[in-house]
C-alpha cells in the first residue's frame, strides 16, 4: 500500500492539489480523471493519488468502515465498478538531496516500486503567459520521456516543483499537458 511506504521525514513546506487526466482510448476518447497531491519539503517531494493515499491509510486503520464505503460505492447490481481509491495508482518519491526517484505503483494488485537516478527535463522558456488562479503563469516546453510537454509556471511561487516528473523550472507548475493532450 502507498500509505504504508511514506515516511513522516520532513514536513512539508507546500502542498498542492492537482487533477490528472489520463486518456485510456484515444479511438473512442476515454479517458478517467483522478485527484493527485504534490507535497514539497526541503529534501524531497511526493506526488501521488490523493483519494488512494487515503484508502490505503482506511484500509490499514478501519477495515469495516473502508468495506462500507465500498459496498455504498458499488451497491449489487451497479454494472460500473467505482473503485474507493480512485484508479491512478502511481506514487513518485523524490529525494532531492541524493538525486534519486522511486517510483512506486500497484498492477493488477500487485505492487512494484523502482528506484531511478532523478531525469531533469530540459526545458524551453517561452515568453507567452497566461494567469492561472491569480498568479501570472510563463510557459515552458520540452521533450521528455518521449512526449512533448507544455507547462505553465509561476514565478511568483518560487519552488522548482510540479506534478508528476515535470519539475526544475525557476516557480512552481501550475499547469501540464503532453501535446496529445493524452495526459493533463
Known amino acids: 500500500m502507498g500509505a504504508q511506504i511514506i515516511k513522516n521525514k520532513e514536513s512539508a513546506i507546500l502542498e498542492v492539489h492537482y487533477i490528472k487526466t489520463t486518456v485510456t482510448d484515444t479511438l473512442k476518447y476515454r479517458s478517467y480523471s483522478d485527484l493527485m497531491t504534490l507535497r514539497v519539503g526541503k529534501t524531497s517531494a511526493m506526488f501521488y493519488p490523493t483519494k488512494r493515499m487515503w484508502a490505503d491509510s482506511l484500509l490499514q486503520?478501519?477495515?469495516a468502515l473502508y468495506e462500507k464505503l465500498h459496498r455504498e460505492m458499488n451497491p449489487v447490481g451497479?454494472?460500473?465498478?467505482k473503485p474507493i481509491g480512485g484508479i491512478e495508482r502511481e506514487f513518485l518519491f523524490r529525494n532531492i538531496n541524493d538525486g534519486e526517484t522511486m517510483v512506486y505503483r500497484k498492477i493488477a494488485g500487485d505492487a512494484y516500486s523502482y528506484t531511478e537516478l532523478t531525469d531533469h527535463p530540459v526545458w524551453e522558456l517561452a515568453s507567452e503567459t497566461k494567469e492561472i488562479m491569480g498568479y501570472i503563469c510563463q510557459l515552458a516546453t520540452c521533450n521528455y520521456r518521449g512526449r512533448i510537454w507544455?507547462?505553465?509556471f509561476s514565478p511568483d511561487i518560487p519552488i522548482n516543483e510540479g506534478p508528476w516528473k515535470l519539475f526544475g523550472l525557476p516557480g512552481l507548475v501550475l499547469e501540464a499537458n503532453d501535446e496529445k493532450n493524452h495526459y493533463t
Open 61 to 63: 486503520s478501519n477495515y
Open 78 to 81: 451497479q454494472t460500473e465498478y
Open 150 to 152: 507544455k507547462v505553465w
